[in-house]
């Protein structure tokens, strides 16, 4: 291909593209556009209007988690995620709390064998980047239990409204929505 097939396919390409481009903005446009509750109505057919109003708020949901972690599950009737958020949250605090400790012990026997130029100074060093190391994931856990409490919360309380029941005739699974007037 030389190079004056490629700029006439380039030129012809780009025409196209606009073509399409056009074309797309167009029929897709709002001005073309059907209203598809006219013909309902000509027929004088009633909509019902009522609006559905949720039971739970998943911000309050949000926020009572924040405060307490745990206490959104609670808000939302979730009872048995209330031990298992504060069993992890408790399990996570306890395991910083231990590493640290051990941390602060092996930093001040590393500084006490550098200041006494002890052979056993690059051991206590080992071990006191291992905890910090371990104290850290800790830390990060608790963070990551934290924010997945929240977004459990948030989401438990969006979904309190529906139930997905069998259907005593067909047996088969089917979305229930409360609707509360």
Known sequence: MNLKDYLTYLISFRKITISLF??????????????????????????????????KSPWGAVLRSAVIPGWGQFYNESYWKVPVIASLTGYFIYGWIHYNNLYDDNKTLYTNALMNNSIIASFYKRKRDFYRDERDMFAFYMGLTYFLNMVDAYVDAQMFDFSVTEDPVTLSPQLNIKVSF
Do not use: A, G, H, R
């Open 22 to 55: 056009v074309f797309l903005i167009i029929s897709c446009s709002t001005v073309f556009s059907q209203n598809i509750l006219e013909p309902i109505k000509e027929q004088n057919v009633q909509i019902d209007t009522t609006k559905f109003i949720m039971t």
